[in-house]
């Protein structure tokens, strides 16, 4: 009985002591006054929290005879458990993007090579049916998806509570959606629901270990979902349309300004739509739409290629508005942020911009 709630009681004690283990493992988040106002240094340790306790639970199953090492918990610990340690480096002194890649690419290879249930055979759709491909094909787009899926929600990890709600939503459709994957769904779900809790009171943020590992792992719960025939590639595709069309728009935007493709910024579309109606409201928008459409799609598939045509067109049709029409909702930057307290030193007036 305990080790049916032993991963989430190590997710609550994690939580409930971010700020000394953060302190412990030096990775306490600062403000700098540009893109990071936060009041004061945060703990980087909700990624370690739902990481925990997905690791142990694939520990527990493996020690006690519930699962085989060729499986999904062998997965969890070496390469949901690699990409983690990953993130916990660059929470603590930053790896360079390309290195990023790479290791990322290699523990997707390394994901394939302990379960072979992860191979992708073909590319299960609602109106062709299966769509075999050659085997190189099938590892190119296996390796390209986890990286470029655990990229795209990394980059829309940039306000409290947007990733670990978005998880939370992605978990909830798998468990719909049924299958092999269903306990670990449930589990990431509602550890990340816990942490989500203690983030949005300020306690903890996701940091990069949580962002990556949370989003490769759910990633990998995808592909066995739909390698059982369970998730249809449209539906996939409505569920993660946002931040992956929101990635694809950041890079070449970046490039064309002569930035690098990885450097953050506040082009993003939650910062747009925050821009516009509030730091919360903006959360609760964007959330709002991933959620309603996802559960669609989860519970009514045949809608999934509409719904997609429905988000991207949507997508666009804000980013075009918001570069044409004026900035009329502008909050000002709070009087005791950091970059309003260096502004004050200077002998600058309080400025007025989007958070």
């Excluded at 004690?13 to 030096?26: E, K, M």
Aim: aromatic share 8%; proline share 6%; with cysteine.
């Amino acid at each position: 009985m305990l080790a049916d709630y032993l991963p989430l009681l190590i997710t609550v004690v994690i939580c409930a002591f971010a700020r000394p283990i953060a302190g412990r493992l030096a990775i306490l988040d600062h403000p700098d006054g540009d893109r990071k106002l936060h009041a004061g240094a945060v703990p980087l340790v909700g990624g370690i929290a739902v990481t925990a306790a997905m690791a142990t639970w694939a520990a527990v199953r493996l020690l006690t005879g519930a699962a085989t090492p060729a499986g999904m918990e062998f997965v969890i610990l070496l390469s949901v458990g690699g990409v983690a340690v990953l993130g916990f480096i660059d929470d603590q002194r930053t790896i360079s993007p390309s290195a990023r890649l790479i290791l990322l690419g290699i523990f997707a290879a390394t994901a394939l090579r302990l379960d072979p249930q992860l191979f992708v055979k073909g590319i299960h759709t609602l109106s062709w049916g299966w769509i075999p491909f050659a085997p190189i094909v099938s590892v190119a787009l296996f390796v390209s998806a986890l990286v470029g899926f655990s990229s795209a929600v990394n980059m829309a990890d940039g306000m409290t509570g947007l990733v670990l709600s978005l998880i939370c939503i992605w978990s909830a459709c798998l468990v719909l959606r049924g299958g092999s994957v269903t306990g670990v769904a449930e589990l990431l779900g509602a550890a990340s629901f816990v942490t989500l809790l203690f983030n949005a009171n300020g306690k903890l943020f996701l940091g990069d270990c949580g962002a990556f590992a949370l989003a490769f792992a759910l990633g990998l719960f995808a592909i066995a979902s739909h390698n059982q025939g369970r998730l249809p590639l449209e539906t996939a595709v409505a569920w993660f349309c946002l931040p992956v069309l929101d990635c694809i728009r950041l890079i070449p935007t970046r490039l064309w300004r002569g930035c690098s493709p990885f450097r953050p910024d506040r082009l993003h579309i939650h910062h747009r739509i925050a821009a516009r109606v509030g730091d919360r409201a903006g959360v609760l928008t964007y959330v709002g739409l991933v959620g309603l459409s996802s559960l669609i799609c989860a519970l009514r598939p045949d809608v999934s290629a509409e719904d997609v045509l429905f988000s991207v067109a949507l997508y666009v049709g804000f980013i075009v508005a918001d570069a044409v029409v004026p900035e009329t909702i502008l909050r000002p930057v709070s009087s005791g942020s950091t970059k309003a307290v260096a502004l004050k030193k200077q002998g600058a007036p309080e400025p007025w911009a989007p958070h």
